[in-house]
């Protein structure tokens, strides 16, 4: 649609056209080639910057962030790709190509991935969409953890299926949902539960527990989250992460950034 929109303002303030005239943009070829090529381009910048991953985990400032950086990198390649050896009577023509193209591709894609976005938040928000959810744990600070998520205004999207028992002493959490057992099971439970999301509620004590449930989760597609009590033990290796109101700590397991990791993905198809 931005192609679209340049072609029809150049043919109207450029070639002295009108906007009623937009079909002839048609006969020009490189707007066909652009048709073409552009929507392609697109998809690889948008894939490499990580945006068709975790649809359901996407929010309304993160999709802000990434269109606009992606819009100012993809334009400018675009810009001096196919747009700068035009014709020009002036050098002004340039920049308002530039800016048609840029405003154009950064509303319309913004305005596309907003709507998808907040239908998605909100139905999360409402409980209609929620994630498989196991907590690690069931002392206190598990029981005041999942009380705080459970008095959040809007739903945070998890779907408890229960807990595991970190050191079968702790089992606070038994009035809130299933007891599964111990931690030695957690691979079986994620696997049986289609678990997606995992809330580790260790105490700050039981280092080698939570070093253990960390070997286990490594190999597994799980989002792995922790009560802020224990942050100091993972220094360095998480993130905040609160997009639903949840107070936890999501671990980043990934050590290459996402646009690292897709260009290797497709050097490696290559």
Request: with cysteine.
């Amino acid at each position: 649609m931005s192609w679209t929109l340049l072609f029809v303002y150049r043919n109207v303030m450029f070639e002295e056209g009108t906007w009623s005239d937009w079909q002839i943009c048609f006969e020009d070829d490189r707007f066909s080639l652009g048709l073409a090529i552009i929507p392609v381009f697109w998809l690889g910048v948008h894939a490499i910057a990580g945006m068709y991953l975790k649809p359901l985990k996407r929010h309304r400032i993160l999709e802000v962030g990434q269109v606009t950086w992606t819009t100012l990198v993809g334009v400018l390649v675009l810009f001096f790709a196919l747009l700068l050896d035009d014709a020009i009577v002036s050098y002004k023509q340039y920049y308002a190509s530039l800016s048609v193209l840029l405003l154009g591709h950064w509303t319309f894609t913004l305005f596309g991935r907003l709507v998808i976005t907040t239908r998605t938040v909100k139905k999360i928000h409402s409980g209609k969409w929620s994630f498989p959810t196991l907590v690690i744990g069931g002392n206190e600070r598990a029981v005041k953890t999942i009380e705080e998520i459970n008095g959040l205004r809007k739903h945070p999207g998890y779907a408890f299926k229960g807990f595991l028992q970190a050191n079968g002493a702790d089992t606070a959490l038994e009035q809130f949902m299933p007891n599964l057992g111990k931690v030695d099971s957690l691979e079986s439970v994620i696997e049986t539960h289609e678990i997606e999301e995992v809330i580790i509620a260790i105490g700050s004590g039981d280092h080698a527990i939570l070093e253990s449930v960390l070997n286990v989760l490594e190999g597994m597609a799980v989002e792995v989250r922790i009560i802020p009590d224990i942050y100091d033990i993972l220094s360095g290796s998480v993130r905040m992460s609160s997009i639903y109101g949840a107070p936890l700590i999501e671990i980043d397991r990934q050590i290459m950034p996402q646009w690292q990791r897709s260009l290797k993905r497709a050097m490696d198809w290559v």
